[in-house]
């Protein structure tokens, strides 16, 4: 019996998995679970409970879970990137804070946290400001004109 759940190819009925799919069909499919965990870290065992492909699906177009999970990671520029970071980072500073609201610790504490998560904040607003320069000087050294060589024929002896 478990032979034929195994190599059934009816639909993904309750507890059976789709055992074949295209790239793109595994990939939205790790995408619309991931939308519907948005705070969960993809796994194998976690697509494997939420998922509806295979592991062999799974495998016939990634050998490994980790190039499935980058697969499904949808690209972003990189100013989207860093709203993301500041505004995870925002909120890490709201937590900590909060945290301290319902904790005992003194003020100390609590700004000495902020400070710290502030400080990386800066940092990383710095890092990022020094790579979008040179992304820009990059471009502008692509875009201009070659300068013209002159060759010079060769002197006769």
């Known amino acids: 019996m478990a032979k034929n759940k195994e190599t059934s190819t009816r639909g993904a009925g ?14 939205k499919d790790l ?4 939308k519907v965990f ?15 492909y295979s592991d062999a699906a799974v495998k016939v ?13 949808p690209e972003m520029t990189p100013d989207e990137a860093f709203k993301l970071t500041v505004r995870n ?8 804070q ?10 100390g504490w609590d700004k000495h946290q902020t ?16 790579w979008r320069l040179i992304k820009e000087m990059d471009a502008e050294e692509q875009a201009e004109e070659p300068v013209p060589t002159v060759v010079l024929p060769d002197p006769e002896f």
């Open 14 to 27: 309750k507890g059976q998995k789709l055992l074949s799919g295209t790239r793109d069909q595994l990939i």
């Open 31 to 34: 995408q619309r679970v991931h």
């Open 38 to 52: 948005p705070t969960a870290e993809p796994d194998r065992d976690f697509y494997r409970a939420h998922g509806k």
């Open 61 to 73: 177009h990634f050998s490994r879970f980790k190039d499935f999970a980058a697969a499904a990671v």
């Open 89 to 96: 980072l925002d909120q890490a500073i709201d937590l900590t």
């Open 98 to 107: 909060k945290w301290h609201e319902d904790a005992e610790y003194d003020e």
């Open 115 to 130: 400070d710290a998560v502030n400080a990386r904040v800066h940092k990383l607003d710095d890092l990022f400001f020094t």
